[in-house]
Nanobody, 121 residues
Framework: QVQLVESGGGLVQAGGSLDLSCAAS????????MGWYRQAPGQQRELVAQ???????DYQDSVKGRFTISRDDVLHIAYLHMNSLEPEDTAVYYC???????????????WGQGTQVTVSS
């Protein structure tokens, strides 16, 4: 069994910064893509950023230059550093990871429970 646990959400003023973390734990053989999605009230869940094992990162256009995704493959942690936050960034942020469990030959996609980010104007 694999679990993803996010931390670091909260309330911040516009223009501020916030760091999110996502720790994967359990029977992990290898972690492939790790990413962050977000879902605002009444909106569909959308990709914010993702990063491969080779450290190739991809970002949603609206966060380019403001957000940075990174990962630690020893600790199986993904990070999202968010700068210059805007009220439009307010959402529940979800971590996702493609994980190959021990004893499996394929990976599965796992999701965290989500963490709330609120940006006040």
């Amino acid at each position: 069994q694999v679990q993803l646990v996010e931390s670091g959400g909260g309330l911040v003023q516009a223009g501020g910064s916030l760091d999110l973390s996502c720790a994967a734990s359990g029977s992990i053989f290898r972690v492939y893509m790790m990413g962050w999605y977000r879902q605002a009230p009444g909106q569909q869940r959308e990709l914010v950023a993702q990063i491969t094992r080779g450290l190739v990162a991809d970002y949603q256009d609206s966060v380019k230059g403001r957000f940075t995704i990174s990962r630690d493959d020893v600790l199986h942690i993904a990070y999202l550093h968010m700068n210059s936050l805007e009220p439009e960034d307010t959402a529940v942020y979800y971590c996702t990871a493609d994980v190959q469990p021990i004893g499996s030959e394929v990976y599965q996609t796992y999701w965290g429970q989500g963490t709330q980010v609120t940006v006040s104007s």
